[in-house]
T-cell receptor
Framework: SAVISQKPSRDICQRGTSLTIQCQVD?????MFWYRQQPGQSLTLIAT?????????ESGFVIDKFPISRPNLTFSTLTVSNMSPEDSSIYLC???????????????FGPGTRLTVL | QKEVEQNSGPLSVPEGAIASLNCTYS??????FFWYRQYSGKSPELIMF????GDKEDGRFTAQLNKASQYVSLLIRDSQPSDSATYLCAVMDSSYKLIFGSGTRLLVRP
């Protein structure tokens, strides 16, 4: 499986500010995703980070609030904008194992970024 | 609304017993099924995946899939205290998106 790192591992931020989270993979991958895990809950997909084009957002998530960049096949960023305490969560990037053009393969997760908004 | 249902637990088993974790899903078009283990404060770790009906064994873990009943399970043999964690069932829908259940907390008593 790919080795995935995220920065920062945790942060405490003030209301109204923004935080950019970085995700780095040690090999080229086609599919990268961003998830949120709110306290005591399961994972919710925020968006698919597409290389060379805009991210594809899930229902309830918008680009103005969660802008995503994917400049190449090994790196992506997620920004949480104009934060409120409700954004306190763990943010996780994941990658799908690349197997030619086939989809539906296993996904592996980075270590996560624990965000607290005061 | 595509759903993945799990009993939240906790499921408590004695050390050495078999732990049985269950999951049902609503989308009949789902093709890929995954079990993740998540320790407190850590990210999910993939432990098993299954694509075809039947059983798939890997060490102490066995995944079972029944597409007709829309049911997937995970058996952990010879449970150890280190297996105590939350187990997340995830189903990949026809759009290749992972839908997660809410997780079952497993507690293995020494």
């Amino acid at each position: 499986s790919a080795v995935i790192s995220q920065k920062p591992s945790r942060d405490i931020c003030q209301r109204g500010t923004s935080l950019t989270i970085q995700c780095q993979v040690d090999s080229q991958v086609t599919m990268m995703f961003w998830y949120r895990q709110q306290p005591g809950q399961s994972l919710t997909l925020i968006a698919t980070a597409n290389q060379g084009s805009e991210a594809t957002y899930e229902s309830g998530f918008v680009i103005d609030k969660f802008p995503i960049s994917r400049p190449n096949l090994t790196f992506s960023t997620l920004t949480v904008s104009n934060m409120s305490p409700e954004d306190s969560s763990i943010y996780l990037c994941s990658v799908e194992r690349t197997s030619g053009a086939s989809r539906g393969n296993e996904q592996f997760f980075g270590p996560g970024t624990r965000l607290t908004v005061l | 609304q595509k759903e993945v249902e799990q009993n939240s637990g906790p499921l408590s088993v004695p050390e050495g017993a078999i732990a049985s974790l269950n999951c049902t899903y609503s989308d009949r078009g789902s093709q890929s099924f995954f079990w993740y283990r998540q320790y407190s404060g850590k990210s999910p770790e993939l432990i098993m995946f299954i694509y075809s009906n039947g059983d798939k064994e890997d060490g102490r873990f066995t995944a079972q899939l029944n597409k007709a009943s829309q049911y997937v399970s995970l058996l952990i043999r010879d449970s150890q205290p280190s297996d105590s964690a939350t187990y997340l069932c995830a189903v990949m829908d026809s759009s290749y998106k992972l839908i997660f259940g809410s997780g079952t907390r497993l507690l293995v008593r020494p």
